[in-house]
């Protein structure tokens, strides 16, 4: 069964920094396609990130801000985000699917395999 699991958000203030981890199960995670996604409460939930096929994209209200790492060993890829604002408030998700060729999208209907989703609050 495929399967991915975010690691628990939290509490931040704005400026401070967090790190989300998403560990798939029963698929090589490095070999997916992989996206990030948030949504806050009232709005349409948006990519944050997306690779496929080489390509890699970061909306452009979290570049340069916001990283992506992957540890293949542990199955996991991991998201920093730094400098985080109260406009970050969201439910992150993690996202997978197979590839295709060419860029990945932003859009959720593209992305079978969801986490269950974690909370990021920025206040102060």
């Known amino acids: 069964q495929l399967q991915v699991v975010e690691s628990a958000g939290g509490l931040v203030q704005p400026g401070g920094s967090l790190i989300l981890s998403c560990a798939a199960s029963?698929?090589?995670?490095?070999?997916?396609?992989i996206g990030w996604f948030r949504q806050a409460p009232g709005q349409d939930r948006e990519g944050v990130f997306c690779?496929?096929?080489?390509?890699?994209y970061y909306a452009s209200s979290v570049k340069g801000r916001f990283t992506i790492s992957t540890d293949n060993a542990k199955n996991t890829v991991y998201l920093q985000m730094n400098n985080l604002k109260p406009e970050d408030t969201a439910i992150y998700y993690c996202?997978?699917?197979?590839?295709?060729?060419?860029?990945?999208?932003?859009?959720?209907?593209?992305?079978?395999?969801w986490g269950q989703g974690t909370q990021v609050t920025v206040s102060s």
């Open positions: 996202a997978a699917d197979r590839p295709f060729i060419g860029p990945c999208t932003f859009e959720p209907k593209d992305y079978d395999y």
């Open positions: 029963g698929f090589a995670l490095g070999s997916f396609r």
């Open positions: 690779s496929n096929d080489g390509y890699t």
